[in-house]
DNA sequence: CGTATGATTTGATACAGATCAAGGACTTCC
DNA sequence: GGAAGTCCTTGATCTGTATCAAATCATACG
């Protein structure tokens, strides 16, 4: 808990809201969701899944490491999270979290500063889904992923992706099979190689955003 | 300024920070986005516009009188808030705003709250433009429109929207051709019906919402 | 009022990505 | 280490929405 950077005080009264959840991957509905909970990801990898009618769900989002998450209550829509490996999460209703985080300005600030990465992710990811390309969602999630979980590599990075090709796909609004062509052309294209399932190694990060479509260099 | 809740003391600090903003209806690059500013309607009609690469746009939301918007500096994408009708606004540098608003509960409350549902919309985004079709989504635009800015009518609603048809397909990564035949296919099916360009009756919310693929009822 | 001008609607065609259908590769578990 | 099962890749075809093109409608302005 040491990374919600909260003062004593606050940290026992955490305690005394904390809900440990243990998941094993493949778990899904980890957190109760009848209410809106924070969910703070000690060890492990999860993926946020809404649900439209008709059995279509969007991955809103993969979390790792001391990533915070905002899990609101079903609305319009059923929000769960679900585990993609082994997990140790920490979980607290919202209300009480945000109580709390009033009296303590470190985890009121931690909490705002990764709500507005969240907010400006989704917004990315927004963009990404209404305007660009096949092509660019997978270059985007890969150069999202480097950033996030990747290790550094000449000029690229390493990745070791916890997801499946359908978790990707229903991540950035594609197939499965369209996932898989697209990672085919980048590996033709030279851009990235991969090796069993899970491995990606991006060859070149520049091109691979080039590719991502974002904003180059000037105004 | 009343809609920020703030207490006196902090009403004189904002005031020092404020930056009045009046725009006229079709103004573009409102805010400066050097740095994330922190922005409240106070009267009017905004587009938050995100553009990546190739000219493409993508509106990220609308927002009327008393919304918050965060508006991110330039980063992989650059952010700019554009008037759909004559404005009054307020801008704010975002660090500014939040050291401020650790001072003043009312104040982080609101942001706080208003963040988690731009959050929460954004979220609902992301979901149709990655899931959902067409139909599905203009649907859903309605019915988004009939709760922010509706006028109760019978079993619906009454509109009448600021943006043009442009704006919409923006937002909901659609052409205007498709937006068109849609609202004419929903015209046709009765669900609502149009009088001008902006003028829009719903007329069955219900059926609408059913149109726009929400989990209705049970779980 | 009529006219100009841009916005919207409607129609015809093209294409990116979905769907359907095998085949092949990685894991897991016995 | 072999078999089974799942996940991933590749290929063929189909479809929803984009694109291209034209007509029609609102709104603003003379």
Do not use: W
């Not at 003062?7 to 509905?29: F, K, M, P, W």
């Not at 998450?69 to 490996?85: D, S």
């Not at 920490?90 to 931690?110: C, G, H, M, W, Y």
């Not at 305007?131 to 590599?153: C, D, H, N, W, Y």
């Amino acid at each position: 808990m040491a990374s919600l950077g909260a003062n004593e005080a606050t940290h026992l009264r955490l305690q005394a809201l904390t809900r440990y959840v243990g998941a094993r991957s493949g778990d899904s509905r980890v957190t109760d969701n009848s209410a809106s909970q924070v969910v703070l990801v000690v060890e492990g990898a999860v993926k946020l899944i809404a649900s439209a009618s008709a059995g279509r769900t969007q991955v809103m989002g993969f979390y790792f490491k001391d990533d915070f998450i905002y899990v609101p209550a079903r609305e319009t829509h059923a929000y769960n999270l679900c585990a993609l490996k082994d997990c140790e999460l920490v979980a607290f209703p919202a209300t009480e979290f945000i109580r709390l985080a009033q009296s303590d300005k470190t985890l009121n600030n931690n909490f705002l500063s990764h709500l507005l990465r969240a907010l400006s992710r989704c917004r990315e990811k927004s963009l990404a889904l209404g305007q660009k390309t096949a092509r660019e969602r997978v270059a985007t999630f890969l150069v999202s992923m480097a950033e996030r979980i990747g290790a550094p590599f000449s000029n690229g990075a390493l990745l070791d992706l916890p997801m499946s090709r359908r978790d990707i796909g229903d991540n950035i609004g594609l197939t499965i099979e369209t996932v898989s062509r697209q990672m085919t052309e980048l590996r033709n294209a030279g851009l990235v190689s991969t090796s069993g399932r899970s491995q990606v190694k991006i060859l070149d990060l520049a091109a691979l955003k080039q590719e991502a479509g974002h904003l180059s260099g000037l105004s």
